[in-house]
C-alpha cells in the first residue's frame, strides 16, 4: 500500500511559469486535499474534493486550481506563479465515512516548490 | 469561520523534560484530532477525541479533551530526542466536512 503518493517532490519555477502538482491516493478514500505549509503557518488548506465529481475552495485558493481526475487522483495547478506561492504542499485523503476511523487524514510526502 | 489556535508555537526542552501544547478552538467541536510531523517529513496521525472530557493516553503522550469540546492538550512525559518534530491539532465543527488545523507545536529536545 502506497497510501498517498505526489509528484514531483522537488521543483523550481521562474515566476510567470505554470506546473501542476500530481497526487493519487490507493486507499480508495472519498475525500482529497491540497494543503500548503508555509513556516509559521501550519498546514493551510488550498481545495478539496469531497468526492468524485466535486472540488470546493479552502482558506486560500488563490492561484491554484485543481481537478478530480477519478476518484484516485487530485491536481493541483499552478497557471502563473508567483514567489508568494513558495511553499511545501501537501496532497492528502480521508474516507471521511464519519467512523471514528473514517475521519483520520493521510498526507503524501509533500512537495517542495520554489518560485524565483 | 471556525478557528484553531495552537500554544505555544516553539518549545525547548532538556531531554527527560514534560512537554504541553493547548489547542482552542473558536467553536465546539465534533472531533479533535492530533497530528506530528517529523522535521523534513509529513503529517501523521496519532489519535482522536470525540467525547467531551475524553482522555487517551499512549504511552509517554496524554490527549485531553475539554468539557465544552473547545479546547484540547497534548502532554509528554519525559520527553526524548524521537518526541522532536510539529504537533498539529485538528477540529472538526459540528456538521462541517473541513477539519482545520492549528499552526502546530514545534518541540525542540536536548540531549
Known amino acids: 500500500n502506497a497510501g498517498v503518493t505526489q509528484t514531483p517532490k522537488f521543483q523550481v519555477l521562474k515566476t510567470g511559469q505554470s506546473m501542476t502538482l500530481q497526487c493519487a491516493q490507493d486507499?480508495?478514500?472519498?475525500?482529497m486535499y491540497w494543503y500548503r505549509q508555509d513556516p509559521g503557518m501550519g498546514l493551510r488548506l488550498i481545495y478539496y474534493?469531497?468526492?468524485?465529481?466535486?472540488?470546493d475552495k479552502g482558506e486560500v485558493p488563490n492561484g491554484y486550481n485543481v481537478s478530480r481526475l477519478n476518484k484516485r487522483e487530485f491536481s493541483l495547478r499552478l497557471e502563473s506563479a508567483a514567489p508568494s506561492q513558495t511553499s511545501v504542499y501537501f496532497c492528502?485523503?480521508?474516507?471521511?465515512?464519519?467512523?471514528?476511523?473514517?475521519?483520520?487524514?493521510?498526507f503524501g510526502e509533500g512537495s517542495w516548490l520554489t518560485v524565483v | 469561520g471556525q478557528q484553531v489556535m495552537q500554544i505555544p508555537q516553539y518549545q525547548h526542552v532538556q531531554e527527560g523534560e514534560d512537554f504541553t501544547t493547548y489547542c482552542n478552538s473558536s467553536?465546539?467541536?465534533?472531533?479533535i484530532q492530533w497530528y506530528k510531523q517529523r522535521p523534513g517529513g509529513h503529517p501523521v496521525f496519532l489519535i482522536q477525541?470525540?467525547?467531551?472530557?475524553e482522555v487517551k493516553k499512549q504511552k509517554r503522550l496524554t490527549f485531553q479533551f475539554g468539557e465544552a469540546k473547545k479546547n484540547s492538550s497534548l502532554h509528554i512525559t519525559a520527553t526524548q530526542t524521537t518526541d522532536v518534530g510539529t504537533y498539529f491539532c485538528?477540529?472538526?465543527?459540528?456538521?462541517?466536512?473541513?477539519?482545520?488545523f492549528g499552526a502546530g507545536t514545534r518541540l525542540f529536545v536536548k540531549a
Open positions: 486507499m480508495n478514500h472519498n475525500s
Open positions: 492528502a485523503s480521508s474516507d471521511q465515512l464519519g467512523g471514528s476511523s473514517g475521519n483520520t487524514i493521510y
Open positions: 477525541l470525540v467525547k467531551s472530557g
Open positions: 485538528a477540529g472538526k465543527g459540528p456538521g462541517g466536512f473541513k477539519t482545520i
Open positions: 467553536t465546539t467541536l465534533s472531533n
Open positions: 474534493s469531497a468526492s468524485e465529481g466535486t472540488t
